[in-house]
């Protein structure tokens, strides 16, 4: 996923001289997982800028460059190092592109990357996908796959409202295909990753491959799962959601984030509001607990694993 990501903002830059990488550490180093290795050799130090530690003022100025015509791709080096940006996103550039005039747009992308699963210190593994989720005026969206990851950068670039783009950290390295010519999927539709008949299970971002793995398992055993892959977080595509819950009657969400006014609460409330009368138990949430991210020796019993999910799946199937 890491050269995917390189690859998909290299064609974007190559193809539209209005698109600016901004970060730190980006340019000489390539940043901390070298998604931006080597691209500021390529298209120069005026396109793939270094800036200071300053969150607050990496957003402000991307918004800046974005009412004058550039499409600004901005990284937040870890995800727990968004919130003093978070007052820029969340109060300006979610509401601004609503107050503009309608010649006017904010195409800015803010990648982060998120999620468990390295090992890392405080303020370096966390998944607050939910808050950006939760509020109006953005895009969230988040890869599971390298040719995903390779295409929606591309179409949240692309994209003339903002995106805020979340990148599983954990799933930079394990290798995967791109299609260079047809694997592109629109940007906010859900992808059926492994179709099924018993139990739908829904996740996002590096969940995805635990949902996989729980696949095969509960394979061995004779339960067929259907693994849909979200995608895109803000907006969400109902329809194939919808159309799995009604087809197998059993929905387990699955997600790293913490459970209490989470996206997965949002999806199961939906199904049950809109699948109810074909529904054979009420749809179950498989996450981390409802505590700060614990230190890196305990993260494997606080992220759900395929264990996790394959008991939420024995739950559904005793209903």
């Known amino acids: 996923m890491a050269k995917a990501l390189n690859a998909g903002l290299a064609r974007a830059m190559q193809d539209d001289p209005k698109v600016l990488l901004m970060g ?28 200071p530690l300053a969150e607050a003022g990496i957003i402000g100025t991307a918004i800046g460059l974005a009412l004058r015509g550039y499409r600004p791709v901005v990284e937040i080096q870890f995800d727990g190092f968004v919130w003093p940006g978070f007052d820029q996103i969340t109060s300006q550039l979610a509401k601004m ?34 808050y950006f ?62 179709p099924g008949t018993d139990v739908t299970v829904i996740g996002h971002g590096a969940m995805v491959a635990t949902l996989l793995d729980a696949a095969v398992l509960a394979a061995n055993e004779g339960t067929s799962l259907e693994v849909l892959d979200l995608r895109s977080l803000s907006p969400i595509d109902w329809e194939p959601i919808l159309a799995s819950a009604r087809k197998t009657g059993r929905v387990v969400i699955a997600q790293e984030a913490s459970q209490f006014v989470s996206l997965g609460s949002e999806i199961a409330a939906t199904i049950a509001e809109k699948t109810f009368f074909t529904l054979q138990a009420p749809p ?6 409802d505590i700060p991210f614990p230190v890196s020796k305990l993260e494997h019993l606080h992220l759900p694993d395929a264990d996790r999910v394959l008991e939420a799946v024995d739950r559904a199937l005793a209903y």
């Open 284 to 289: 179950l949430r498989v996450s981390g607990f």
């Open 97 to 130: 592109a609503n107050r503009l005039p309608a010649h006017m747009s904010l195409p800015v992308v803010v990648r982060i990357p998120y999620g468990g699963h390295i090992g890392a210190i405080e303020h370096h593994q966390e998944s607050p996908e939910a």
């Open 133 to 194: 989720a939760h509020t109006p005026g953005l895009r969230v969206v988040s890869p599971s796959t390298p040719n995903d990851a390779y295409w929606m950068m591309q179409d949240a670039i692309r994209s003339d409202d903002p995106v805020i783009f979340f990148e599983p950290k954990s799933r930079y390295w394990p290798k995967g295909e791109v299609d260079l010519v047809d694997g592109r999927v629109p940007l906010h539709t859900t992808r059926v990753a492994r």
């Open 24 to 51: 730190e550490d980006i340019g000489t180093l390539g940043g901390v997982f070298r998604i931006t290795e080597g691209l500021q050799a390529r298209f120069g130090a005026d396109r793939v800028m270094d800036t």
